[in-house]
């Protein structure tokens, strides 16, 4: 019957802990959530991030731009008074050129731009890294902050009760003032 009792403790003790690991897992998970909007957040409303993925799209644009001819030239001119040529007089000009670069230059040049355009992405990942680095201590910080904060509350309500023993001990003759100026000192330093 003793054994009983025995292994129903401990197997209560083992669900509280279960429990209790689950509650903070549940706790963590909400945490890690909550960790993932303000790093989005962050992301969002950085002129710099946002500056730099504007650069990287721009670069972009700028390797369609340089794999393709150049536009060509139309000219068009009209005088005023004819102009005599060997071929007679002539009252306007018309010209249409296009400029065709050596073999492999597009491809080169398509090329340039597009590490180019690399460069620019790699800028905005570092900067996007710094940024999440800065954002995870800072919550971080404020996450410790919070947990000091409440086990300063549970050891002040510790204190308490330790408090109220202390004072009706004092006041049945079993122990000095002393104990309850301790506590009351103790109390005093976790307020402050």
Known sequence: MKKNIINIGALIMFFLALWTTNSHAQK???????????????????????????EYLAALEKVVQEGTLPDPQISFGYFIQPVETRVGAQQATASFSQMFPWFGTLDAQERVAAERAQARLQLFEDAKLELF???????????????????????LALLSSFKSIAEVQFESGKTGFSSVLQVELEEEELES
């Open 28 to 54: 963590e998970e909400i945490r890690i959530g909550y960790l993932d909007k303000y790093l989005v957040l962050a992301a969002e409303n950085n002129p710099q991030i946002r500056s730099l993925y504007k």
């Open 133 to 155: 680095r800065d954002v995870k201590i800072t919550y971080t910080e404020l996450y410790y902050l919070e947990m000091a904060i409440q086990v300063t509350e549970e050891n």
